[in-house]
């Protein structure tokens, strides 16, 4: 079933307003994905974007879709190949770090909800074109950090971002107070070396502080 930008856009705004941040999640061991998802879940975090960069990605989204309560979608989308491929795994939604006409005509048609990325007025811009009017904005910091995206939203109020990208505790709510910043993404709620410890309850510790960051 295909989806429109429009539709697209506020699938995603919802996925963004169940909590202030979307982990983002780079695991490499699909044992842990079970146990990660409910960590994240259990502290206020039910949107997961697993990012597609490891070789156990796909596994991990197929693990992850089972836990009760979450929302689980496919991050650095880039072809209709990776798009199918995490829809077959699970994936209720879409992450992308930029965005081409391939890309986006391969989200529409497989009916995939997704966030595509920009980086510039001029990128956000040829999106809403199209009809998204809820972004990424990424790499966040690299691009000017939380005053390039107040900036672009002075004159492109439609567009709501997440930010993503460099997004950590200490500054997470200089994006989250903008008007314009649905929530952001964050890999810090799901640090590696706390994955590979197995410690679980660190995890949620980190979920439930992001969980009520203010916005």
Not at 47 to 73: H, N, P, Q, S, W
Not at 144 to 157: E, F, Q, T
Request: proline letters at 7%; hydrophobic letters at 45%.
């Amino acid at each position: 079933m295909s989806i429109t930008p429009a539709e697209a856009s506020i699938q995603a705004r919802k996925i963004c307003d169940l909590a202030p941040i979307v982990p983002v999640i780079f695991v490499h061991d699909v044992k842990h994905a079970r146990p990660l998802a409910e960590a994240l879940v259990a502290g206020g975090l039910p949107a997961l974007e697993v990012t597609l960069r490891t070789d156990a990605a796909l596994d991990v989204i197929r693990e992850m879709a089972k836990v009760e309560g979450g929302v689980v979608g496919a991050g650095s989308l880039r072809n209709l190949d990776t798009v199918k491929a995490a829809i077959d795994a699970g994936a209720t939604f879409g992450v992308s770090p930029g965005a081409t006409d391939a890309l986006l005509d391969a989200v529409e048609a497989e009916g995939l909800p997704t966030l595509p990325g920009a980086a510039t007025s001029s990128e956000a811009m040829r999106l809403l074109e199209r009809g998204y009017t809820m972004q990424k904005f990424f790499p966040a910091e690299a691009a000017g950090g939380a005053n390039a995206v107040k900036s672009i939203g002075a004159p492109l109020p439609q567009i709501s971002f997440c930010p993503t990208g460099g997004i950590n505790p200490k500054n997470a709510g200089d994006y989250l107070k903008l008007s314009n910043v649905a929530c952001c993404g964050g890999s810090w709620v799901a640090p590696n070396d706390l994955i590979e410890a197995g410690d679980w309850a660190g995890i949620e510790a980190l979920a439930r502080e992001a969980s009520q960051l203010p916005r």
